[in-house]
C-alpha cells in the first residue's frame, strides 16, 4: 500500500502487496525479487493430481488441462507416460498438441520405463527412487552403493537419448542430508539436468524446506526442484521458503511443483493457483497469466468429480465474498480494506452476502445492485429481518428472498411493493420485480 499525492487515499501499487522483510539470516528483498526471476513451474496434476483416491482422468481431460495449463504460461507438464495403453497415448498427444511447453514423463529407475516414455516422443523424463534409509530398507532393499550406480546407469541411458532429464529423490526430507548430496553429485556427473528434492509425505517446515535447498544448492552446482505435499498444510509455504533459499544462487533455476486445486497423494501438493498469486503479490513474479487460473480450476474441478471448497484459497467462492456490515461498509468505501488483492486480477467481483451479520451498507448495496428502490425509513427494518432471517435459516439469503422481505415492508408502510428504476411509474409487486442472479 502507499498514499495518493495527497497523502490520504490508499491505493495498491505494483510493488508486490506484503513486505516480507524481516531480521533473520534470509536474504534481502532485491536479491530475493531478482533470484525468484529463475523460478520455474513443473505442474503434475497429470500424474501425481492423478494419484488422488477416487480420480481419473481421461485423455481428452489431460490434453484439455494441458493446453489451459500452456495457456496459463506453465514451462513444464508431468504425466504419466508408461502404465498403460492410455498413459502412452497421451503423452505422445500431450507432446503433438501442446506448442513450446515441455512435457515430461515420469518414470520408476528402470531403464524399460525410462525408454517406453521416450518412445511417447516427450522431450524430458524423470527418474525416481526413495533416498531415505527407510525406503532402502522396507521398500527398495538395495544399499545406498547399488542406488548410486542405478541412478548413474539410468541418467546415462537417458541422456544418451538425448532428452533433458530430472532425478528425483523420493522422500528426499527424511533422507540423510549428507547421503542427499552425495546422490545429487552422482546424478549431475552422469548428465543429470536437474535434481528433484520430494518432501514426499510433507514433514518439512518452512525452516527446514530453506535449510535443505541452501544445503544441496551450496553444494552441488545444479538446477533444483521442490515438490511438495500439504499433509500439515504447509505446501505453499515451504514452497515460497524454498524460493528465498534458492535465490542468491545466481544462474540456477528453482523448479517448483505444483497441482491445480492441489490434487495429490493424501492432502495433497502445493496449489499451482495459490503459489502463483503469492509469486505474483508478495514477490512481483507477473509471467503467468492470472486472468486464466479461474477457467483452470473450474476445468479440473469438473473433470475430477472434486468440488473445489467455498474457503479455498484464491480461487474459492467466498475469497471475494463480504458479509459482516463492519467489513462491507469498509470494503464498499475502499476495497484494499478487506481484500488482500484485486479479485480483476483474476477475471472475477466481489460479492456482497446478505444474512446474519448485514448492516444496513449491505441492503443499500444490494438494493443499488438489483436497481431496487425503497424509502430510506425502510432500509433499519429490512436490515433487522435479512439478520433474522439468515439466523433462521443457517445460511445466506438469496435474491428472491431479499425481494420478498422488502415487499413486506414496503406493503406494512402502504406501499404496493419493490420497484426498479426500469419501472418507475408502475406498480410492480416482489414477484414482478426481475435481478440478475
Known sequence: MELDPKGET?????????????????????????GLGQVKLVDTTCRDGEQMPGISFTCGEKVDIAMALE??????????????????????????????????????MVKADIEDSISRGVDAVSISTDTSDIALASKLKITRDRQLEMLVECVEFAKGHGVYVCFNAGDATRSDVDYLVEFAKAGKDAGGDRFRMCDTVGVLTPAGSSSLVSKVMSSVDIDVEFHAHNDFGLAVANALAACEAAAPFEGRTLWLSTTVN????????????????????HYGVDKYRTDRIVPLCRRVEKASGLCIPLNHPVV???????????????????????????????????????????GKASIRHKLEQMGLEVPPEAIDAIRREVGASGERRKRDLTDAEFVRICSRHLSAAGQVGCRSRSEKGSAATG?????DD
Open 10 to 34: 490508499p491505493r495498491l501499487r505494483s510493488e508486490p502487496l506484503i513486505d516480507l522483510s524481516n531480521p533473520g539470516p534470509r536474504p534481502d528483498r532485491a536479491t530475493v525479487r531478482a
Open 71 to 108: 495457456r496459463l504460461g506453465v514451462e513444464q507438464i508431468e504425466t504419466f507416460a508408461t502404465y498403460n495403453e492410455s498413459d502412452r497415448r497421451c503423452a505422445g498427444l500431450l507432446r503433438e498438441r501442446l506448442k513450446g511447453t515441455s512435457v515430461m514423463g515420469w518414470n520408476r
Open 262 to 281: 492441489g490434487l495429490g497423494e493424501r492432502a495433497g501438493n502445493v496449489p499451482l493457483e495459490v503459489l502463483v498469486m503469492n509469486l505474483r503479490a
Open 316 to 358: 474459492g467462492g467466498n475469497m471475494f465474498t463480504h458479509k459482516s456490515g463492519i467489513h462491507v461498509d469498509g470494503v464498499l468505501k475502499d476495497p484494499t480494506l478487506y481484500e488482500a488483492f484485486d479479485p480483476a486480477m483474476l477475471g472475477l467481483s466481489r460479492r456482497i452476502a446478505l444474512g446474519k451479520h448485514s
Open 431 to 435: 414477484a414482478d420485480v426481475r435481478w
